[in-house]
């Protein structure tokens, strides 16, 4: 079993960074490929990220490639999202999400265990 808790979302002005953090309690961190997703008020929850187990590769859903980053510290079983140039349309709860493969897809039954999220809420 895998905790993950996420921190650091908040309010936001457009154009401002936030940068989320996930940390997770199992010892065995590194063998878990990790992900992003996120889910807007009456929306279905979409991918935004994932990195796999060294860190070595990393996938970006089209709205977020350039201004989002998704790395990981293994050595902290930790896992961050860095926002830049927020908007309006990346108000939504934030969730980090473990996958029990080395590189994860984007799609939500890839993942084995999840957070309970971090509302991130920019302000135009």
């Known amino acids: 079993q895998v905790q993950l808790v996420e921190s650091g979302g908040g309010l936001v002005q457009a154009g401002g960074s936030l940068r989320l953090s996930c940390a997770a309690s199992?010892?065995?961190?590194?063998?878990?490929?990790m992900g992003w997703f996120r889910q807007a008020p009456g929306k279905a929850r979409e991918f935004v990220a994932s990195?796999?187990?060294?860190?070595?590769?990393?996938y970006y859903t089209d709205s977020v490639k350039g201004r989002f980053t998704i790395s990981r510290d293994n050595a902290k079983n930790t896992v961050y999202l860095q926002m830049n140039s927020l908007n309006p349309g990346d108000t939504a709860v934030y969730y980090c999400?473990?996958?029990?493969?080395?590189?994860?897809?984007?799609?939500?039954?890839?993942?084995?265990?999840w957070g309970r999220g971090t509302q991130v809420t920019v302000s135009s």
């Open positions: 999400a473990a996958a029990k493969t080395l590189l994860p897809g984007h799609y939500y039954s890839d993942y084995d265990y």
């Open positions: 990195i796999n187990w060294s860190g070595g590769r990393t």
């Open positions: 199992s010892r065995t961190f590194s063998s878990y490929g």
